[in-house]
T-cell receptor, first 112, second 114 residues
Framework: AQRVTQPEKLLSVFKGAPVELKCNYSYSGSPELFWYVQYSRQRLQLLLRHISRESIKGFTADLNKGETSFHLKKPFAQEEDSAMYYCALRIDDGGSQGNLIFGKGTKLSVKP | DGGITQSPKYLFRKEGQNVTLSCEQNLNHDAMYWYRQDPGQGLRLIYYSQIVNDFQKGDIAEGYSVSREKKESFPLTVTSAQKNPTAFYLC?????????????FGSGTRLTVV
């Protein structure tokens, strides 16, 4: 069954420290993964896609098919990074083509 | 200014009443989705539609209904059969097929049953 697991509900780090938000997935097809972010009082928005291999706001994420992981990393956390982060897997089989399955989210808190 | 609009932002419902949440997009997206967001539960898919006049149940469709009469609109009705309707509801839209760029989300509707 398709599944996205974010093992940490809450991650708290100090400003300037490295941060890694974990995401593991279970999917028999070719995975397409995303990270979404929801800042306080703002709508959920796309942070990055693994296909584009981009770095947004200093965050990067590498797809590791061997470990079925797509962890989100940033070398130096900033206070403005405090938000809710969701990992999502796009499934592409039968009638569910294009649907995203979301993890339960990790709340990142960056302390001054 | 293209985007996806949900209304109202806050909605209060008495037990036993049906209510309809609005979702409109002007992005020319074929697909639209409704999610429910609860603390600690992440986003759970209620219904989705990949084309006008067609929609499919998601993981938690019981107690909800939708329609897709126009490409731009995908209203969600929360019926009295929904046992625990108090939640934050998110609508999203996307292109379909290969090369999709993820979803565009609305700002959400917070429904409270009183």
């Amino acid at each position: 069954a398709q599944r996205v697991t974010q093992p940490e509900k809450l991650l708290s780090v100090f400003k300037g420290a490295p941060v890694e938000l974990k995401c593991n997935y279970s999917y028999s097809g070719s995975p397409e993964l995303f990270w979404y972010v929801q800042y306080s009082r703002q709508r959920l928005q796309l942070l990055l896609r693994h296909i584009s291999r981009e770095s947004i706001k200093g965050f990067t994420a590498d797809l590791n098919k061997g470990e079925t992981s797509f962890h989100l990393k940033k070398p130096f956390a900033q206070e403005e990074d405090s938000a809710m982060y969701y990992c999502a897997l796009r499934i592409d089989d039968g009638g569910s083509q294009g649907n995203l399955i979301f993890g339960k989210g990790t709340k990142l808190s960056v302390k001054p | 200014d293209g985007g996806i609009t949900q209304s109202p932002k806050y909605l209060f419902r008495k037990e036993g009443q049906n209510v309809t949440l609005s979702c409109e997009q002007n992005l020319n997206h074929d697909a639209m989705y409704w999610y429910r967001q609860d603390p600690g539960q992440g986003l759970r898919l209620i219904y989705y539609s990949q084309i006008v006049n067609d929609f499919q149940k998601g993981d938690i469709a019981e107690g909800y209904s939708v329609s897709r009469e126009k490409k731009e609109s995908f209203p969600l009705t929360v019926t009295s059969a929904q046992k625990n309707p108090t939640a934050f509801y998110l609508c999203a839209s996307s292109t379909t097929g290969t090369g999709t760029y993820g979803y565009t989300f609305g700002s959400g509707t917070r429904l409270t049953v009183v």
